[in-house]
C-alpha cells in the first residue's frame, strides 16, 4: 500500500448499540474493496474483525479492530467497535481517534441507549456522525417509521441521502438522492450494481429531497446562504461543494440505507465516505499540554512527530500491541520517542497496518494515519509519544466509572504475585477495568462496566495466567459508633517474673456528627498520670477503632476524652497504657448503646419511560430513596440513595428489567444508622467469619 498524505485518509470508528450489524458492516467494506474475496459471518466466527477467541465463543465483539481499505484513492482506516456498553472503553478510544463516526441502527430496533451514548460522546469529541439504518431486509421494517425516531432524537437535520425502494426480505433496490438514481444491487454479496435515472415517483421523490437538501447545506455556510435566496436555490456545483463543509458543521446528518449481511447499499456509504468525509485536515489542530502544563496546538504540519496510543493489548504471538494514530510528523522505524506520560524513550521497531489479526508491516506512517508498533517497554493505553525535542501531552480519554465490582477468592495459596501481576496488565489495556486491594476488609475487589466484562476479564486472567479464582459479593465497609455518652475506669495490672505492667485509665466518650471521625483528648489534672502516657493511650484508642468492637468494623465519629487515671512508678510503661486504652476505650463503647453504619449510594438511572415503574418498584424492594425524576427525550432519569449492601449487581438486574436499556451511574454519598434487624444479622456474620478464621489460623 502506497504512503498517503492527510487528506487521502478517512479515519472513522463504526460504532452503535449491540447487534446493530457493525462489525458485519466493516466485513461488506472490505469485500467491496477486495480485501476479502467473501465475506465472513459473525455467527460462524468468521469475520475480520472478530478473531479473537472470546469474541468467535460469544459472537460479539469485545475488542476494537483496526481495519484498512482502499476506495475510491482514499485510504480508510475504520475499527469496528463493540456495541455492548461494557466494553465501551474500545470505542472512546476509537472516537477519540476518529475524524468522524459512522453510527449504526437496527432498522427494526431503532434507537437505544448504546446509540445514544456513542452518539452523545461522539458530540463531546467533536466529530461529525453519519447515520446508517442497517438490516431493511428483515420482516416488517417501515423506514419511513425509523427515520422519524431518528428525527425525533437527533433533530430535522438528519438527511436520507439514501432510501430503500424495496424494504424488508429480498431487498436490494435503493433510491439514491444525491444522483437521483435508482440503484439495484446483486445479490450474491459481492456489493455491486447497476444504476439507471430516477424517474416517475421516484424522480419526485428526488426532487423534494434536493429542495431539502439545498436548505442544509445553505445553512452551513454563510455566502451559499445568500446565494440560495438571491438566486432562488443553489447550482448542483454549489450544492455538491457545500455538503462536506455541513456534514462538518453537521447542519446536515447523512443518513444510509443498507442491508449489510447481503452487502447491499455498502458501496454508495463508502463513496460517501471518499468524496465528502473528514479527513485528518478537517481536525488539523488538537490541543495539548506542553512540558511546562502550558496549553499549545499540535498541528498536522507540524514536523515533529507526535503520536497518541489509543489501545494496547497483549498477543500471545507477538507480546504487547500498541494502536496509535499520528497526530503531526511522521513516524518511522528506529525512532526514538519521548514518552510524555511516563518519562521514558521508546524505540519504535516494528510498525503494521492492520486489518483484525492480519498485520502488514510498514516503514513509515505520515501525520493523520493510524498503525500499530510491537513491544513498547512502558507504554500503554492514553499514552503520549513524541519527540524529544518538543514534549507534548495530548488530553486523555476520560473512562465512566465502573458500576459493578466483585471480590476474588483465590483457590490455592501462593497465586498472589501472579494476581497481582495480571490485574495490573489487564488495567494497562482496559483502562476501565479497575481493581484495588482493600486492607481494611482484606480482599482484593475489582470493578467494571457490567456481569459480561467482569467475565471477560476474569477469563482472561485464568488463561494468561493460569490461577483459579472465583467472584464472590465484596464485603460492606459498615461502620461503627455510639448513640450516647459513658464511661469507664479501666485498670490493666499484669505481674510477672521480673517487672510488671501497671496503668489505669479513666476516660468519658460521647458521640459527634456523623462524618466527623474521631477526636482524642485529653484533660488531665494533678500528677496522677504523667503526660508521657497521653500518646500511649491514644494508641490503644486508636487501635481499638481501626479494628472495630462491635463487628469488626471501623470506629467513626466518637469523642473520647482521657481525664484521670493511675501509675505505678516501676511498673507503668507505654505498654501498659496502650492496653489500658485500648480496654477501656471497648468498655466505655460497648456501654454507650452501640451501633452499625452502612454506607449510602447516589443513584442515576436513565432508562426508556415504559420501564419506570419496574425500576422504581425493584428501587423500593432495595430500601431506595427516590430524590428525584427528569426527562432526557425519551429517557426518565432517576436519583436515588440506596444502601451499598443493595446494590450488589444492580447493572445486570436493571439491564434485565429494562430489556438492555438502562444504565446507571453510582457514587458514595454517606453513612446512615443501618436498621435494627440486618444490624444483628451482620454482626453474627461477622462472629461466624471470624470463628472461621481463628479456626483456620489454629489449624495451621
Request: charged share 25%; net charge negative; glycine share 8%.
Amino acid at each position: 500500500m502506497k504512503t498517503y498524505q492527510a487528506a487521502e485518509i478517512r479515519n472513522f470508528a463504526i460504532v452503535g448499540h449491540a447487534s446493530s450489524g457493525k462489525t458485519t458492516l466493516s466485513e461488506a467494506m472490505l469485500a467491496c474493496a477486495g480485501v476479502i474475496n467473501r465475506m465472513g459471518s459473525v455467527a460462524a466466527g468468521t469475520t475480520v474483525s472478530d478473531y479473537h477467541a472470546g469474541e468467535q465463543e460469544r459472537q460479539i465483539s469485545i475488542h476494537a479492530s483496526l481495519l484498512h481499505a482502499e476506495w475510491r484513492e482514499k485510504k480508510f482506516n475504520l475499527i469496528d467497535t463493540p456495541g455492548y456498553l461494557d466494553f465501551i472503553s474500545e470505542g472512546l478510544g476509537a472516537l477519540r481517534v476518529g475524524d468522524f463516526a459512522v453510527v449504526v441502527v437496527h432498522a427494526l430496533h431503532g434507537v437505544l441507549i448504546g446509540t445514544e451514548q456513542v452518539w452523545d460522546y461522539a458530540t463531546r469529541y467533536g466529530i461529525p456522525k453519519i447515520l446508517v439504518v442497517n438490516d431493511l431486509d428483515k420482516e416488517e421494517v417501515h423506514f419511513e417509521a425509523i427515520l422519524e425516531k431518528l428525527r425525533q432524537r437527533f433533530g430535522e437535520r438528519v438527511f436520507p441521502m439514501t432510501e430503500p425502494i424495496n424494504p424488508g426480505p429480498g431487498f436490494s433496490q435503493i433510491l439514491d438522492v444525491l444522483r437521483s438514481e435508482v440503484t439495484t444491487y446483486k445479490t450474491d454479496r459481492s456489493g455491486k450494481y447497476d444504476e439507471v435515472p430516477a424517474a416517475g415517483e421516484w424522480k419526485e421523490r428526488v426532487n423534494q429531497h434536493h429542495a431539502q437538501l439545498i436548505e442544509h447545506i445553505a445553512e452551513s455556510d454563510d455566502s451559499l446562504l445568500e446565494k440560495f435566496f438571491d438566486q432562488g436555490g443553489l447550482s448542483e456545483e454549489e450544492m455538491r461543494g457545500g455538503i462536506h463543509a455541513a456534514v462538518q458543521k453537521q447542519s446536515l446528518i447523512p443518513l444510509f440505507c443498507t442491508a449489510a449481511e447481503s452487502n447491499v447499499g455498502v458501496a454508495r456509504l463508502m463513496d460517501f465516505i471518499a468524496k465528502y468525509g473528514s479527513s485528518p485536515v478537517d481536525r488539523h489542530k488538537v490541543g495539548a499540554l506542553d512540558a511546562n502544563g502550558k496549553e499549545v496546538d499540535v498541528a498536522l504540519t507540524n514536523p515533529d512527530p507526535v503520536l497518541y496510543i489509543f489501545k494496547t493489548i497483549s498477543e500471545a504471538q507477538v507480546g504487547d500491541l500498541s494502536f496509535f494514530r499520528v497526530y503531526s510528523g511522521s513516524v518511522e522505524i528506529g525512532n526514538d520517542l519521548y514518552n510524555s506520560s511516563r518519562n521514558v524513550t521508546e524505540r519504535i521497531g516494528q510498525m503494521f497496518i492492520l486489518n483484525g489479526k492480519t498485520r502488514t508491516g510498514v516503514n513509515r506512517l505520515n501525520a493523520g494515519d493510524l498503525g500499530a508498533v510491537v513491544k513498547l517497554k512502558d507504554t500503554h493505553t492514553g499514552d503520549t509519544l513524541c519527540s524529544p525535542k518538543r514534549i507534548v501531552s495530548l488530553p486523555k480519554v476520560v473512562y465512566p466509572k465502573p458500576n459493578i465490582h466483585a471480590a476474588l477468592k483465590l483457590h490455592s495459596k501462593g497465586d498472589e504475585e501472579k494476581i497481582a501481576e495480571g490485574l495490573a496488565a489487564l488495567h494497562e489495556e482496559d483502562p476501565t477495568f479497575l481493581f484495588h486491594v482493600d486492607s481494611e476488609l482484606h480482599q482484593t475487589v475489582i470493578s467494571a462496566q457490567g456481569e459480561l466484562h467482569l467475565q471477560v476479564v476474569t477469563g482472561r486472567l485464568k488463561r494468561r495466567y493460569k490461577v483459579e479464582i472465583e467472584l464472590v459479593p465484596p464485603r460492606i465497609h459498615f461502620r461503627e459508633t455510639i448513640k450516647t455518652k459513658s464511661d469507664s475506669k479501666y485498670r490493666h495490672k499484669k505481674q510477672t517474673g521480673g517487672a510488671g505492667q501497671f496503668a489505669e485509665v479513666w476516660m468519658r466518650i460521647e458521640p459527634k456528627p456523623r462524618d466527623t471521625g474521631i477526636e482524642f483528648t485529653q484533660s488531665l489534672s494533678g500528677q496522677n498520670v504523667d503526660r508521657v502516657f497521653v500518646p500511649s493511650v491514644e494508641k490503644g484508642v486508636n487501635t481499638a477503632c481501626t479494628e472495630g468492637i462491635v463487628a469488626g468494623y471501623r470506629v467513626v465519629d466518637v469523642k473520647i476524652d482521657f481525664y484521670d487515671g493511675k501509675m505505678h512508678p516501676v511498673d507503668s510503661k507505654d505498654i501498659a497504657f496502650q492496653i489500658a486504652g485500648y480496654m477501656g476505650f471497648k468498655e466505655a463503647f460497648l456501654k454507650a448503646r452501640p451501633c452499625l453504619l452502612e454506607p449510602i449510594y447516589n443513584l442515576e438511572i436513565r432508562v426508556p419511560d415504559e420501564f419506570m415503574g419496574k425500576v422504581m418498584g425493584d428501587l423500593s424492594s432495595r430500601r431506595g430513596k427516590i430524590l428525584g425524576m427528569d426527562a432526557d427525550g425519551s429517557m426518565q432519569v432517576v436519583k436515588a440513595q440506596v444502601p451499598a449492601m443493595e446494590i450488589y449487581h444492580y447493572s445486570t438486574t436493571l439491564r434485565s428489567l429494562t430489556g438492555g436499556r438502562g444504565i446507571h451511574v453510582e457514587e458514595f454519598s454517606h453513612y446512615e444508622e443501618l436498621p435494627r434487624e440486618l444490624e444483628q444479622k451482620v454482626i453474627a456474620e461477622s462472629k461466624k467469619a471470624k470463628e472461621l478464621k481463628d479456626a483456620g489460623k489454629a489449624s495451621d
